[in-house]
């Protein structure tokens, strides 16, 4: 069984409704979305992931092996194992494009399917546009705080497994990060890769400066140079003075990167440094805890600091882990349907958002019913036909592209990482009229 791939990769109870419902004769078509609560921290999020969902859907079966399984588990009927040997997705999908900002309680996700379908693929949908919006959320509040500098995703080795750690990649750079650490990213995605050297190679060395040199003349084109094993302004000036015999051989020290210690403090420190060696075209890169807080202070105390290596605390979202988000059926056999419990009451329907815009910045958006009339934006695109995708893959660049452009459109109030405002969401009086009627 492939681990991405299988449809057991799911919650038990998917599997026991399933039978009941076949059982039942329930198949009509249902409509789910899949949408986001208010998450503390948060007021907008950036929708990743589609793309890995839509290619499970298009894949999703079921392997002999897999229903022997669920023959043999002993919660399941011969009869129910012997029908899924014909189970696929035949169902349609609308979605926000990867890359737009969304709100609490709008749908990013709309499925309609036969109801065993549509409920089939909760848990593995959500578990892959889950964790790549977390990401990508996280990603984008960082592109923020950076103001234009460069950023780079370091985290994969303490994301939470080896395919957390390969999307999150994704879902930095869709979110407008530079590159990755992480190979995989590169091979996979198309990814731009960089990364040079970690302490230990400084410790295996005898002297520091020995080390810079041999990593600078194995790798010419790529002398980025970490100077905070022992003391990091001695290695700035082991830099300065390395640098003209670098040069005689063409051999340009692009950067230098700090990865400890007082990080604001050290960076004026060892620009200065650098400034007065001649150096004033090598970079500062930081690196080592940080996320959209500490870049946002490094910067606001005036640190001259030209790039950052982020990593646990985005690759994990350190600071909001989760997002509050559901998969909740909104309508069946023509009827709309919610949930209405203390707290986590839905709205019923198939729904679309409309954004409307003052200028070039989003004003508010409108939920409507799929079926109203509204002079806004329709963010909810159709993808995915009768269980087939309606057009090719888009490309990662034209999703950092939709990044930016959605962001770019965000009120300020609104990205402000100290007191953000909450963004308007109206709802529609279709929406009202129908929720009243109960």
């Known amino acids: 069984m492939e681990l991405t791939k299988t449809p057991l990769l799911t919650d038990l109870y998917q599997l026991t409704m399933l039978q009941t419902y076949y059982e039942r004769g329930m198949t009509d078509q249902a409509v789910f979305e899949f949408f986001v609560r208010d998450v503390p921290g948060r007021t907008y999020y950036v929708a990743a992931g589609l793309e ?3 290619e499970w859907l298009e894949g999703l079966s079921f392997t002999d092996e897999e229903r022997q399984w669920v023959r043999d588990c002993g919660f399941f009927t011969g009869e129910f194992a012997d029908r899924l040997a014909d189970f696929r997705f035949s169902g349609d999908v609308e979605a926000v494009p990867e890359g737009t900002a969304f709100f609490p309680g709008e749908p990013m996700i709309r499925v309609t399917a036969p109801l065993p379908e549509a409920q089939l693929v909760e848990s593995r949908l ?9 990401i990508a959320t996280k990603a984008a509040r960082c592109v923020i705080a950076a103001d234009g500098r460069a950023i780079v995703d370091f985290g994969m080795r303490r994301a939470h497994g080896a395919e ?8 930095c750079y869709a979110a407008g990060f530079n590159a990755t650490a992480t190979c995989l990213a590169n091979a996979r995605f198309g990814v731009p890769v960089t990364g040079t050297m970690a302490h230990s190679f400084i410790l295996a060395h005898d002297d520091e400066v020995e080390a810079f040199e041999s990593f600078a003349r194995s790798h010419p084109d790529n002398v ?10 001695a290695a700035a000036r082991h830099v300065v003075d390395l640098a003209p015999q670098l040069s005689e051989k063409g051999i340009a020290i692009k950067a230098v990167r700090l990865d400890s210690g007082d990080l604001a403090e050290h960076a004026r420190r060892v620009r200065q440094i650098l400034d007065d060696g001649g150096l004033s075209e090598t970079t500062i890169l930081a690196s080592g805890g940080l996320d959209e807080f500490s870049i946002s202070e490094l910067l606001r105390s005036g640190a001259p600091i030209d790039g950052f290596g982020v990593g646990s605390k985005v690759d994990t979202s350190a600071d909001a882990p989760f997002m509050d988000s559901a998969y909740k059926l909104h309508a069946y056999a023509g009827k709309p349907r919610y949930k209405r419990s203390e707290g986590k009451a839905d709205v019923p329907a198939a729904k679309q958002i409309h954004r409307h815009y003052d200028g070039n910045r989003m004003a508010f958006d409108r939920m409507t019913r799929a079926d109203e009339d509204d002079n806004g934006e329709p963010l909810l695109k159709p993808v995915m036909r009768d269980g087939r995708r309606l057009s090719a ?9 939709r990044t930016a452009a959605s962001l ?3 009120p300020d109030s609104v990205k402000d990482l100290r ?7 109206e709802l529609s009086e279709g929406l009202r009229q129908l929720m009243g009627d109960d």
């Open 52 to 54: 890995q969902a839509l």
């Open 126 to 134: 959500m578990n892959i546009v889950h964790f790549q919006t977390l």
């Open 419 to 425: 007191s953000p405002r909450d963004y308007t969401v």
């Open 393 to 401: 893959p888009e490309s990662l660049e034209d999703i950092r592209r």
């Open 408 to 410: 770019g459109a965000l």
């Open 164 to 171: 957390a750690g390969l999307l999150a990649a994704r879902a």
């Open 224 to 233: 980025i140079l970490l100077i905070d094993t022992y003391d990091t302004e």
